[in-house]
């Protein structure tokens, strides 16, 4: 038996904290999805922060309640848990907001199927968005290998690191970013492309699933359906997309 803090996934600022359950599970950690009963013959989803292996002191003449269910397929790493916290001292939001941040949006489509990224050209084909093979890459020029060979160093080192690549338009700057994430890949690892404003996603995404494949390419951000958001979230969890 565990004794579990749940943050409750509700709107009102009143109850931004942790509510304390007892749990039959064992393997219950820090990100598991739960439902627990709240507020009377009411229940709630929530997260779980922490465990704890004995009763805590404060709550030992407290009658618990035990949660109703555990959620794994839509669990949080431990490191989101963590990386909430952080967010919820640094920026003054709720803590189920800054888990919100990594927990799934939505639910499975009622119809299965595959979901390409969207915002693809109209002219790109699904189909052909295979990977290129490498013999059709681009060769770079000087300067460009000049900063992958910089920024390569660091990947196989291990190393954090803040690079800064300037480049006008059409310079070659998305070729380098890239032959980057590939070497990432390459490393065992993921890669996270940021891009600026959503008006940039389409040539963007047009570009990666050209060079990765569609099914490698996962696509995040607020024009999407919350279905599409859901089965980008689960491929991404899965090891699915890189």
């Not at 749990?23 to 627990?36: H, I, L, Q």
């Not at 909430?84 to 939001?93: D, N, P, Q």
Request: net charge neutral; charged share 25%.
């Amino acid at each position: 038996m565990k004794y579990v803090d749940v943050v409750i996934d509700t709107k009102s600022d009143h109850v931004d904290g942790f509510f304390s359950y007892i749990s039959a599970e064992d393997r219950v950690a820090p990100g598991t999805k739960v439902t627990v009963p709240f507020s009377g013959s009411k229940s709630r989803s929530g997260y779980v922060f922490a465990v704890h292996d004995e009763c805590p002191e404060a709550l030992r003449k407290m009658k618990l309640k035990e949660i109703l269910s555990t959620d794994p397929a839509h669990a949080v790493s431990e490191e989101a848990v963590s990386t909430a916290t952080w967010m919820r001292r640094r920026y003054f939001c709720r803590y189920i907001d800054a888990i919100g941040c990594f927990a799934p949006v939505g639910a499975p489509p009622k119809r299965p199927k595959i979901i390409a990224p969207d915002d693809v050209d109209s002219e790109t084909d699904a189909a052909s968005c295979g990977v290129k093979d490498s013999n059709s890459f681009p060769p770079m020029t000087g300067e460009q290998t000049a900063a992958f060979e910089a920024v390569r160093e660091n990947i196989l080192a291990g190393k954090a690191g803040i690079f800064l690549v300037h480049g006008v338009t059409g310079s070659g700057k998305t070729e380098l970013y890239m032959r980057i994430a590939e070497s990432v890949i390459a490393a065992g690892r993921k890669v996270i492309v940021l891009v600026p404003e959503i008006s940039l996603t389409p040539q963007t995404i047009a570009r990666f699933t050209e060079r990765f494949g569609a099914d490698k390419v996962a696509v995040l951000h607020s024009k999407r359906s919350k279905g599409e958001r859901y089965d980008a979230w689960m491929r991404i969890k899965n090891g699915i997309a890189d």
